[in-house]
């Protein structure tokens, strides 16, 4: 039993908490709203949700929300793969210059959406989130195949990329807060690895519905774009049955709610609730609030969490900026410096997504056991000396496509781990109450910073038909991974295997 003001307690009775009011009290209105702002409660859900084996019900919760990464990627891929059909597209004729603008109008549109959507989700809950962003998703890329020019086209890609960084936020909040302490560097790299099973599905559907003898070239490019809002139908009916987080559900009001939800799923784990006598859970005492004032937010992020604010912003931007300079201009680098027509460029991105995919699967587990700052130092290291090297042979043109091609799949084999490991490091290095927008904010700096400019930029040095501009950017690039590798080394946090709120104690946390 745990008091609180006004004489109402807490009382835990099989596992769940209920309010209960004093014989002797009769409180009115304002009375009850202090009672909500004060109640305190004993808890061992953290413990719980940490001491489970990995089952089913965790294998449905990252493909239920871990699936955001595979439609990202296949919009980033399509992005990329249909640029040569949407520059020949008879109703549309873009230039270079439009598809960088357009690419950047989308990774904008993720910026903004992570930001709004990152603050309603540690506001009004993960699950509403996810929903309200995967619509938003849905609409936006059929409206997509519908454009009929670059600024019909641009600001649905906005709306498509608000969608997706709206997702970014509230899932890996959702996936990081069930799933257990010592899966989750493995699990989150895998999801974010899933991305490029996405732009596996947008090089196969660029190879088929941009071929000539099948479909007209103002018809495919639109076809493939449906493609992702016929997948977020289905994952739309997958997300019904997904709880609430009930680490968020406990801090804000709801404890008997988050009990109900951890019974569920221990019994659906491992046929009964765990018994703590024989796990030794660990409690912990939170003061419950409806919601964490903006100001206390930006003062945690930036103030009491500064070290681990600038190793989020150093990884993000370097890996936004090398991913998306990089990824949105590949299909033009094919097109432009090697001749490859762009209904075979789907072909060249296979073997690069295969890269990317194997990386986070076969590294994944060493941010487990060798530990986060080792591998995040390792692998941001190794892609940015790679990205130089294979940027001075392109330079002087000794990498022919397929030699491009290898290039590539070599360098984002680790480069894929290390940026999943940012999302990872900003998404578990804060408190519970500030985690969907430290998400949120890290990702729409570094996106924005990194990524809206490095597909205008890469746009603009293409154009320029040299080898050499295009180096420089390559080597921009590389110096970025390199200097993210160095303030990792020296200053992320050794969060391997540990809980959340062991990594960072909640702000609602009462000491003892």
């Not at 949407?86 to 990774?107: C, E, I, M, R, W």
């Not at 619509?135 to 600024?151: E, H, K, V």
């Not at 989020?312 to 094919?334: E, P, R, S, W």
């Not at 804060?430 to 597909?455: D, M, N, S, W």
């Amino acid at each position: 039993m745990v008091h609180v003001a006004c004489n109402v307690v807490l009382v835990r009775r099989n596992n769940a908490m209920e309010l209960q009011q004093s014989p002797a009290l009769n409180p009115g209105p304002s009375v009850a709203a202090v009672v909500a702002a004060e109640r305190i409660v004993e808890t061992s859900i953290p413990s719980r949700l940490d001491a489970l084996p990995w089952s089913g019900f965790h294998t449905r919760v990252v493909l239920a929300l871990g699936i955001t990464w595979i439609l990202d990627g296949l919009e980033v891929t399509l992005a990329g793969a249909l640029s040569g059909a949407l520059k020949q597209s008879p109703a549309l004729h873009f230039t270079n210059l439009d598809l960088g603008v357009a690419n950047s109008a989308y990774l904008a549109g993720a910026v903004l959406g992570a930001l709004g959507f990152g603050w309603l989700t540690d506001r009004i809950g993960r699950k509403k989130l996810f929903f309200i962003t995967l619509a938003l998703y849905l609409s936006a890329t059929a409206a997509t195949a519908l454009s009929w020019d670059i600024a019909s086209y641009a600001l649905f890609r906005f709306l498509t990329g608000a969608g997706i960084g709206g997702e970014y936020t509230a899932i890996n909040s959702t996936i990081q807060e069930l799933v257990p302490a010592r899966y989750r560097g493995w699990t989150d790299l895998i999801i974010n690895g899933s991305f490029w099973i996405g732009a596996a599905m947008g090089a196969v559907a660029a190879i088929v519905l941009l071929d000539p003898a099948t479909i007209g070239p103002d018809l495919g490019w639109r076809l493939a774009y449906l493609i992702g809002a016929a997948t977020g139908l289905v994952v739309l009916l997958m997300r019904m049955w997904i709880p609430e987080s009930p680490r968020w559900l406990m801090i804000h009001g709801r404890p008997d709610r988050a009990h109900e939800i951890v019974d569920e799923i221990e019994r659906s784990v491992v046929g009964d609730r765990q018994d703590g006598r024989d796990v030794g859970f660990v409690k912990i005492r939170l003061k419950m609030r409806d919601h964490t004032p903006i100001r206390e937010v930006v003062h945690t992020l930036f103030v009491t969490y500064r070290r681990r604010a600038m190793v989020g912003l150093m990884l993000m931007v370097a890996q936004a900026f090398f991913y998306n300079a990089i990824f949105f201009t590949f299909a033009l680098v094919l097109t432009d410096f090697y001749g490859i027509s762009a209904d075979h460029v789907g072909w060249y991105l296979l073997p690069f997504a295969a890269g990317n995919f194997l990386g986070p699967l076969l590294l994944g587990r060493l941010f487990d056991t060798f530990g986060r700052r080792t591998m995040i130092m390792f692998t941001y290291g190794v892609s940015g000396l790679l990205l130089a090297l294979s940027g001075f042979l392109f330079s002087i043109g000794a990498l022919s496509a397929q030699g491009q091609t290898i290039a590539w799949m070599v360098i984002f084999f680790f480069a894929s781990p290390a940026a999943s490991a940012a999302y990872l490091t900003v998404s578990e290095n804060f408190p519970l109450e500030v985690r969907a927008l430290a998400i949120a904010v890290f990702y729409a700096v570094g996106t924005g910073i990194g990524g809206v400019i490095g597909p205008a930029l890469f746009g603009a040095l293409i154009d320029t038909g040299s080898r050499t501009s295009v180096f420089a950017g390559y080597l921009l690039g590389a110096a970025l991974m390199i200097a993210a590798a160095i303030v990792a080394w020296r200053y992320a946090v050794s969060a391997e295997r540990k809980s959340l709120e062991e990594i960072a104690r909640p702000l609602a946390s009462i000491m003892e």
